[in-house]
């Protein structure tokens, strides 16, 4: 079966860049991206240097394609009649209430979609799962599709998971590790395996597509995601004896990455992994062995999170400690809000945590950001507030000591202590001359040598 015409529902950090790169590598296809956002959908359509997300490379994927064969609309249902495949890149958080509150997904927008595709549908669709869902979500769609949709009418479910991160999105999708197809093994089941494979391998080699049933595709993902999330807090909490015990956590990747079985990616120590997925995707999967009885596997990983946490309140900890243990009224400078360099995205980013901790022991807070927005660093603070249940009181307290600088020279001045939280290249090659000597550094990425300042005291994780 050819594929003539495709679209994607969710225009997020998923849906926007892998329709993009599908429409450059296959200009003979019609992608649409649909949203019920319609300010995502009109950032999408309007100057390419606001595009609602940044990603290096992206600008110049979108305007390749974008009015030839890549379309943004809000047009959900005019979308959905149009194509023969439906991708799903709605987003999926941790669920904040109900069963499995703090654990499982929420499986809210993905069955939204299904219905609204079964409703639409007048002829035959295949439907992939592009969002990272637990493993027999596809059973959950299938039940949707059935009871809404025309008897007269098959659809076949793909899983289809995303491996793109964050701030290397187009170099991932350009060259992916692997791309993962799960699919029925019917002869319609694998008809639908073939039509998307064949998308795909207009530009990823042959040998790196890998088909296999749904349930393996779909706990793959999640797995993945697990296993990387592993690492980061591995090394983290041997940060932890680094800093007891005069070992360098640096030397220390170093030698554990030169075991070829091990690797040397992955093993750099921070303040803690943020981002949109690993600690949804960890809570998830400990939801879902908890669901199956596996208590013990369950709690393995449920200790990779704990672990994070650990990282971010030690790491603030340290801050405070190093200032005396009394930060009440003391300036101090967080450079970085977004939970990695090269994205807009603060989702679950350590910079929100770290702040909250320095805020709740009285301090005042610069803020300092090169991409993340104002209204979105003041938006995530307000969640975790209201997360923990603060008293309107003390948010108000909180909030006025809080500023949000846009030039670097101002986040610095005055400032008794610089926090690094992200490790964006310009922070790299700071102006530090504009702070006092007599400042104290915390190196939360690892990021800052001791000569490149003039300053007495440098922190560095792990040291
Ligand atoms: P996102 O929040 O950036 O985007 C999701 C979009 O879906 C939003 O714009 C939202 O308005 C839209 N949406 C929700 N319900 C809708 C509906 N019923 N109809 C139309 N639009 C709807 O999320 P994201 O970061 O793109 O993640 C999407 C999924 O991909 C998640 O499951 C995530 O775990 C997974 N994933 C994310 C990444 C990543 O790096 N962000 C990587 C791999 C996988
Ligand atoms: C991660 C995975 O890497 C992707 O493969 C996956 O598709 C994605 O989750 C997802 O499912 O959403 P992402 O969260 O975008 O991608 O970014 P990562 O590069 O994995 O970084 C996650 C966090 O770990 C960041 O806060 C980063 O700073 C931190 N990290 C990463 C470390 O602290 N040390 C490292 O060595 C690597």
């Known amino acids: ?15 926007g860049p892998t329709m993009a790169v599908i429409a450059l590598k296959c200009p003979e296809i019609e992608v649409t991206v649909v949203d019920v956002s319609k300010e995502r959908i009109d950032a999408w359509n309007g100057p390419f240097d606001q595009l609602p997300v940044y990603e290096p490379g992206l600008k110049e994927v979108v305007k390749e394609s974008r009015g030839r064969n890549l379309f943004f609309s809000t047009d959900i249902d005019g979308a959905i009649d149009r194509s023969e495949m439906v991708f799903v890149a709605v987003n999926t958080p941790t669920k904040k209430d109900g069963e499995g509150a703090g654990m499982a997904a929420n499986l809210k927008y993905i069955e939204a979609c299904a219905k609204n595709i079964a409703l639409v549908a007048r002829e035959d669709k295949i439907i992939i799962e592009k969002s990272t869902l637990p493993v027999r979500t596809a059973e959950k769609i299938k039940e949707i599709l059935l009871k809404y949709g025309r008897k007269d009418v098959n659809f076949e479910i793909l899983s289809n998971p995303e491996f793109l991160a964050e701030g290397t999105a187009i170099q991932d999708l350009f060259k992916s590790d692997r ?7 019917t002869e319609s089941g694998q008809n639908a395996v073939k039509a998307l494979l064949d998308i795909y391998a207009q530009w990823i080699p042959r040998e790196k597509i890998l088909t296999t049933n749904v349930w393996s595709s779909e706990l793959a993902k999640l797995a993945s995601n697990a296993m990387l999330a592993q690492r980061i807090s591995s090394i983290n909490s041997l940060s932890a004896l680094c800093e007891k015990t005069g070992a360098d956590i640096d030397e220390l990747s170093k030698a554990i990455g030169m075991d070829h079985r091990i690797g040397p990616e992955f093993l750099n120590t921070s303040v803690g992994f943020g981002g949109s997925c690993f600690q949804k995707d960890l809570l998830n999967l400990v939801y879902l062995c908890q669901f199956y009885g596996l208590d013990e596997v369950a709690e393995y990983w449920h200790r990779i999170v704990k672990i994070n946490d650990y990282q971010k309140n030690r790491f603030a900890q340290k801050i405070i400690d190093g200032m005396g243990g009394n930060i009440k009224d003391k300036i101090i400078t967080i450079l970085g809000w977004a939970f990695k360099a090269n994205t807009n995205d603060s989702r679950e980013s350590p910079a929100i945590y770290v702040t909250n901790n320095l805020l709740e022991a009285g301090a005042k807070i610069k803020i300092y950001d090169p991409m993340v927005k104002k209204d979105r660093i003041r938006m995530d603070l307000k969640n975790i507030w209201e997360s923990l249940s603060i008293t309107e009181q003390e948010k108000k307290k909180r909030n006025s000591s809080v500023i949000i600088v846009e030039d670097q020279k101002v986040a610095l001045n005055d400032s008794m202590a610089v926090v690094i939280l992200t490790e964006w290249e310009e922070f790299k090659h700071f102006k530090w001359d504009v702070i006092s000597k007599f400042s104290k550094v915390f190196d939360g990425r690892k990021i800052i040598k001791k000569n490149d300042l003039n300053v007495d005291s440098i922190y560095s994780i792990g040291v």
């Open 1 to 15: 079966m050819k594929v003539n015409k495709v679209c994607c529902i969710g225009a997020g950090y998923v849906g």
């Open 179 to 185: 791309v993962l197809i799960g699919g029925d093994t």
